[in-house]
């Protein structure tokens, strides 16, 4: 078999939309979405919460057949920085796809950083790059294999559809992923439900009690 190439599309992003969406939690999407446009949240951060950082680009999608990481190793040099490198794994602990060695690559490359559906290794080497890691699993048990796997196709990571150029959005709390479609039609409520949050802060800042705030009936 050999590793299958799509021609890579790369969303117009208009730069104004994506600042807009930078400071989004997911808990935000969540909300606003009905959880639609989350990923699995067993593919948790690698980091402790508070130190986990901030996930946000556009996603480079790899399709694997573990214990193959062909579709890895090809799509590398196509990494563009502040891209998020999105590995379908097929949920599978056996095999790592990626590891301190290609993490120190998209470190240097300048990626935002990666995302498995699947297993990863060298946690504490990746862990020490400036790479916000999203992993289903962990396993010293490397891949085996360079030869199949699909580059730039739509995978499914955690039950979400993810096209290359989707926008990728993690935080402690999980992770989202947005097409241009729904990024332009769900700004404007995300940044409503965000102005209504900081309303509920101040009001409970200012000693309202709950049943104030959130308009409870006696």
């Known amino acids: ?5 799509h021609h890579l599309q790369r969303a117009t992003w208009n730069a104004k939309l994506l600042q807009r969406w930078r400071n989004v939690p997911t808990a935000i999407i969540a909300d606003i979405s009905g959880g639609t446009c989350l990923i699995d949240p067993g593919i948790r951060p690698l980091q ?12 480079i999608t790899v399709q694997c057949a573990p214990p193959d990481f062909g579709a890895v190793l090809r799509a590398l040099d196509g990494v563009q920085a502040g891209d998020v490198f999105v590995i379908a794994a097929a949920a599978r602990a056996d095999h790592a796809m990626i590891g301190g060695i290609l993490g120190g690559f998209l470190h240097r490359r300048g990626a935002a950083g990666i995302v498995c559906d699947g297993a990863i290794r ?8 400036r790479l916000s890691v999203f992993a289903r699993h962990v396993t010293p048990r490397g891949p085996a294999g360079v030869s199949d796997g699909v580059v730039n196709g739509n995978v499914s990571i955690g039950g979400r559809s993810v096209a290359p150029g989707d926008l990728i959005i993690g935080d402690d709390d999980g992770l989202a992923s947005l097409s241009l479609f729904e990024a332009e039609t769900w700004i404007e409520k995300a940044e409503a439900k965000l ?15 709950i049943a104030q705030v959130f308009g409870l009936k006696a």
């Open 122 to 129: 060298d946690v504490a080497e990746l862990a020490n790059f």
């Open 1 to 5: 078999m050999t590793v299958a190439f």
């Open 195 to 209: 102005a209504l949050e900081a309303e509920w802060q101040r009001r409970l800042a200012a000693d309202e009690t």
């Open 48 to 59: 402790p919460p508070g130190r986990q950082p901030r996930l946000f680009g556009p996603a």
